[in-house]
């Protein structure tokens, strides 16, 4: 009886609870493109084998030449992300602050509600592909990531 609790307890205490740890992926990507300098954040935090949250911060600058066309870009990225604005489950924030467009999205997967994504634009739910995935891994959405060019540390 002594190893079943023994067994349990080390069980409990490896996976955080009974239903998985917690588990932060930090992918980090800068590239330019066309006169944009973009930082690209994205934390994704995995628990019980499940999408928990994202956050995905994009800090975009432009070079000087492309300076006055700043406020088109913001309208541009706000536009192909309009319905994220005002969904259950996400914070939606774009703004141009010291020459720089920050654009901020928190989804928060269990309190998404899916009759607001059936409005969703293809970009939009591409950002919620995975949202239903079972035993998702840190290392595997790591790996992942790294293909698509960001540097990744699982803390």
């Known amino acids: 009886m002594k190893k079943i609790f023994a067994l349990l307890l080390f069980t409990f205490l490896l996976t955080g609870c009974f239903g998985g740890g917690e588990e932060v992926i930090t992918c980090e990507r800068t590239e330019d493109a066309s006169g944009f300098e973009i930082a690209i954040v994205n934390d994704t935090t995995i628990k019980g084998g499940k999408l928990y949250s994202d956050e995905v911060i994009m800090t975009t600058?432009?070079?000087?030449?492309?300076a006055e066309y700043l406020e088109e870009y913001k309208?541009?990225?706000?536009?192909?992300?309009?319905?994220?604005?005002?969904?259950?489950?996400?914070?939606?924030?774009?703004?141009?602050?010291?020459?720089?467009h920050i654009l901020t999205i928190t989804i928060m997967y269990n309190d998404l509600d899916e009759s607001e994504i059936e409005n969703f634009n293809t970009a939009e739910r591409e950002m919620l592909n995975d949202r239903d995935e079972e035993n998702i891994s840190a290392a595997a959405t790591k790996a992942l990531r790294e293909e698509e060019g960001f540097s990744c540390e699982i803390r």
Not at 61 to 66: L, Q
Not at 84 to 98: F, H, K, M, N, R
């Open 61 to 66: 600058t432009p070079d000087e030449a492309m």
């Open 75 to 100: 309208r541009i990225i706000d536009e192909q992300f309009i319905n994220l604005a005002s969904a259950s489950g996400i914070t939606y924030s774009s703004v141009i602050e010291d020459g720089t």
